[in-house]
């Protein structure tokens, strides 16, 4: 199947630090992009999708000015947690999709640990 | 309400038995139907499609009723690498929604 590579799989920052998680599809261009995290034993929540070249639509009671998300190219999209604090540690997984009627691959997830 | 439900077990069975998960969603409009496999603190990984005519693939199958708006996973002959959280997953264009899983535990 299709490889969607998520980059760094697991980082420690410490509080008030910024940072960027990479997804990119290495085989197809991902029209879209959609971003989740999932928080211990609870499911995966979509935060927001992308699509390439347009701004993300953030779910509800997703902050967009702390969740930056830049979807510039058909094969990259980036995930800024902005000012981070202990409470966004969590692991945060990527998807890409080809067109609309395809499979959703997934990343191989970003666990983010904030001290 | 949240747009899929799933019994978070977990479930607790021997190796050979036969398990089955059930999941509901909440929007008729939902198109497309799948259910994922997820390993302790890693990404889900597609097991099959779900189609409205149900569906086997090895010792899996999916079954769809569109009219009771639940669809359906069941394993047969378990096996000890069976053992993760099965997640349930709807399409609703543009938007793929996630249940909350269902945890699996093949024992010896």
């Known amino acids: 199947g299709a490889v969607v590579s998520q980059h760094p799989s697991w980082v420690i920052c410490k509080s008030g630090t910024s940072v960027k998680i990479e997804c990119r599809s290495l085989?197809?261009?991902?029209?879209?992009m959609f971003w989740y995290r999932q928080f211990p034993k609870q499911s995966l929540m979509l935060m927001a999708t992308s699509n390439e070249g347009s701004k993300a639509t953030y779910e509800q009671g997703v902050e967009k000015d702390k969740f930056l998300i830049n979807h510039a190219s058909l094969t990259l999209s980036t995930l800024t947690v902005t000012s981070a604090h202990p409470e966004d540690s969590s692991f945060y997984i990527c998807?890409?999709?080809?067109?609309?009627?395809?499979?959703?691959?997934f990343g191989q997830g970003t666990r983010l640990t904030v001290v | 309400r949240k747009e899929v439900e799933q019994d978070p077990g977990p479930f607790n069975v021997p190796e050979g038995a036969t398990v089955a998960f059930n999941c509901t969603y909440s929007n008729s409009a939902s198109q497309s139907f799948f259910w994922y496999r997820q390993d302790c603190r890693k990404e889900p990984k597609l097991l099959m499609s779900?189609?409205?005519s149900g569906n086997e693939d090895g010792r899996f199958t999916a079954q769809l009723n569109r009219a009771s708006q639940y669809i359906s996973l069941l394993i047969r002959d378990s096996k000890l690498s069976d053992s993760a959280t099965y997640l349930c997953?709807?399409?609703?264009?543009?938007?793929?929604?996630f249940g909350s899983g269902t945890k699996l535990n093949v024992k010896p």
């Open positions: 779900v189609y409205s």
């Open positions: 085989d197809f261009q991902a029209t879209t």
């Open positions: 998807s890409a999709r080809e067109r609309v009627n395809t499979e959703a691959f």
């Open positions: 997953v709807v399409k609703l264009p543009p938007k793929f929604y």
